[in-house]
């Protein structure tokens, strides 16, 4: 599967992220709102956007070996990558990554977590159902799912 290059000018990345960029006032609908990027100018585009007191919503992300990942387990969330993609697209491999907390970290307040690769991470394979959710396989399709294109990580401190 090949993607198209980020709309981003003098951007070499993989488009792999439809953005819908509304911008403020937010009813006002462009046609051309929909931009085709890489990840790391999705995230800095909605970063932008944001401050300027718009959307920036992520209608798909295809995805890419290196996409950071989230992995959801209860109420809990850790930070991955994608280290595989299947021929159709349809089936991925996950490694966990590292973390560790970072400076002003407040476990029962903001938590701030410092990602790294974790080069001997457990692998997960997660796959596309016909909800459009990426489920681990073997589970079923209400099973916990995958967030696609951010790495974070979060405990529920109530546990
Ligand atoms: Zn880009």
Redesign the pocket.
Known sequence: MSLQK?Q?EG?D?QGCVTLEIIQAPLYEADANRFKV??C??ATSISDEVQKEHGLAKWREVVPVVGLPATIGSGSDSYPAKVTEVSASGKRIKVQRLCYHAGEGHDYFGTQVWVVTDEPEGDERVYTLRKNGRWIQQGDSINGQGIGLGFARAHQNPSF
């Open positions: 980020c981003t951007c990345g990027v890489c790391e100018c």
